[in-house]
């Protein structure tokens, strides 16, 4: 029995497993979102704005470990996905996005809200097709699915012309595959593994380095076996972040430009680092001229494109994390690193990374805590970035595995509300709050409407001080405190999300702080807290621009880091 291109598309979504697709309709999407009735497996969330479609999407897929779908008409719809895609690329987030694209015949003459999507994304995706026969729809959807959730996970575009999606073949869904240039590199060369080994046991000040690779690869236990076996203290990147528990002994927290005094200096006095799942960003690493400047370097990734591309390694181990890491367990020694680790707990006291300042002044280090006592640690937390993201990363104590879900490579503002979305349908039964910075919330504050008609029971912490936190902070520290179009007029936050039929309450004092969590997380829906914080409040430490890890700065310590640098915050 012959099929429409539409009917095709969806069967072959059901065929990959795939429940909710978010999107808004459009010309060019017609036929799809006129067979949508015809499958009710499939649930279509209708979003705001295609920028929230593919944030969404993204927090999908990161929650549940499988490719999230957004779908979005030609032209300017196509064109405002591309912020999400580019997010979910940078951190290796599996997502298929569904373009409609104008009739074959007016391909490339400029038609009504045609845009040449495929080319667009082409630095943007894993890959992307532009389907023009019918036939290789199917065929095309499989592949899509298998590229975007294998190997390092990443987004892949189909644009689907219009009148692909109204022609008519026989329906046949491939049972295999045939892409002789994708290789996957799952397993780790075992003589790789074996010279991996003999660094580790030989070493004698070694630290992980632990990325957002381990998340993915969902390799929780094998990464806890190889810490604990070697004791070895685990510094982690952003996304790497509820990789490993929070409070356990060895970890150090979050390394890098805003990371613990602890973990930056760990990392540079290591003689044997080994970076697991993480790509040596130049937030994690500050400048690379004096990175580890005393440590060996072992790198194991899916990736073969990230091992040397911004640090030189002496041992290479390409595979995926999970797989290389039961075959390390079997090679590496028990150790007790106890001078090191003796060090270790000196910094620790040195550089305390979990003391809130005394102050009269509403403080986010405070209100992060406070969620995090409320909830226990057992809840999932979606931040945007800025200084939110930072204090979130800081203050609240990891002990949930794949916890956290944030934008981190690409950084857009506004990735957090529908970002939270996605990761509540996609973990219904689980606890999400969506911590938001007054600037970074306005940016997609529409979909407020699609957590209403959709019944998301998100929890909402904006952080309000009435600037665009993280742009002040460096306009403070590095521009003389030149404020240039960074203070914001925010609306009434809460007034607007009882406009939407969500309730809020606004905190301005540290006391109403707990009840107003109290009352969030008793409410069965979604909640809105506007939390009007300390408008100057920094995040500490920083490692100022073309610093090394070591020579971070913080208020309490002005002296120190002067002796150190030699210069003071304020000449950069």
């Known amino acids: 029995m012959k099929k429409t291109g539409a009917q ?27 067979t949508f009735p015809q499958y009710p497996q499939l649930r ?37 996905l591309v ?25 490339g003459k400029d038609a009504f809200q045609e845009t040449d999507i495929t080319g667009i994304t082409i630095p943007i995706t894993k890959h992307n097709y532009l389907v ?3 036939t290789e729809l199917a065929r095309t959807v499989k592949e899509a699915f298998h590229i975007a959730q294998t190997g390092r996970p990443g987004p892949v575009l189909i644009d689907v012309p219009r009148d692909v999606q ?33 660094l580790i046991n030989e070493a004698e000040q070694p630290v992980i380095i632990a990325g957002r690779g381990i998340i993915i ?140 300042r005394q102050s009269d002044e509403l403080l986010p280090q405070y209100i992060i805590r406070q969620i995090c006592e409320a909830t226990q640690g057992d809840a999932l937390m979606v931040t945007g970035v800025g200084q939110n993201q930072m204090f979130v990363a800081r203050y609240f104590t990891f002990t949930k595995p794949d916890s956290l879900i944030s934008a981190g490579g690409l950084g857009p503002m506004g990735f957090e509300l ?62 003389g405190r030149r404020y240039v179009d960074t203070k914001l007029w925010n609306p009434d936050f809460v007034r607007i999300a009882e406009a939407y039929e969500i309730p809020g309450v606004r905190v301005k004092r540290r006391e109403e702080v707990i009840p107003a969590i109290q009352k969030a997380t008793e409410h069965p829906g979604a909640f809105l807290i506007d939390f009007l ?12 621009p073309g610093e090394c890890l070591a020579r971070f700065f913080e208020p309490s310590r002005t002296e120190t880091w002067k002796q150190k640098s030699g210069v003071s915050i304020t000449e950069f």
Not at 12 to 24: D, N, P
Not at 288 to 300: D, L, M, Q, Y
């Open 533 to 544: 914080i300390e408008p100057e409040e920094n995040i500490y430490p920083i490692v100022p």
């Open 166 to 198: 109204q022609e008519q073949t026989e329906f046949i869904y491939p049972d295999r595959l045939d892409l002789p240039g994708y290789k996957v590199f799952s397993r780790g060369h075992p003589s790789q593994i074996k010279k991996a080994a003999a």
């Open 132 to 134: 023009t026969d019918v």
């Open 8 to 34: 095709i598309l969806c069967e072959s979504l059901i065929k990959e497993g795939v429940e909710v697709i978010f999107g808004i309709l459009g010309g060019s999407v017609l036929p799809i979102y006129d």
């Open 418 to 479: 529908p970002a939270a979305m996605g990761v509540k349908i996609g973990r219904p039964e689980e606890a999400v709050w969506c911590v938001a910075g007054d600037g970074g919330f306005q940016m997609t504050i529409q979909e407020l409407a699609t957590i209403t008609q959709e019944n998301i029971a998100v929890k909402i912490a904006i952080m309000n001080n009435g600037y665009l936190g993280m742009v002040r902070q460096w306009q403070e520290l590095f521009y």
């Open 83 to 107: 912020t999400g895609i580019a997010c979910a690329y940078m951190d290796s987030a599996p997502m298929v996005a569904i373009t409609g694209q104008v009739a074959r015949p007016v391909i």
């Open 44 to 80: 279509h969330i209708l979003v705001r704005h295609e920028q929230g479609a593919a944030h969404a999407a993204d927090g999908y897929a990161r929650a549940i470990h499988k490719a999230g779908v957004c779908i979005a008409t030609s032209g300017p719809g196509a064109t405002n």
């Open 217 to 356: 690869s969902q390799a929780y236990d094998e990464f806890r076996e190889f810490a604990e076996k070697a004791q070895i203290p685990v510094a982690h990147t952003l996304l790497g972040l509820s990789c490993f528990p929070g409070d356990h002994i060895l970890d150090l927290g979050m390394m890098g430009m805003h990371g613990t005094g602890c973990a930056n200096m760990a990392v540079q006095n290591t003689d044997l680092l080994i970076a697991i799942g993480m790509r040596f960003d130049d937030r994690a690493t500050a400048t690379t001229k004096e990175f580890a400047p005393n440590g060996r370097v072992i790198h194991i990734d899916i990736d073969p494109a990230e091992i040397g591309k911004n640090v030189p390694v002496d041992v290479p181990v390409v595979g995926d994390i999970k797989s290389v890491l039961t075959a390390l367990n079997e090679e590496v020694e028990r150790r007790e690193h106890v001078d090191w680790l003796s060090q270790i707990e000196q910094w620790r006291c040195e550089y305390p990374s979990q003391d809130i």
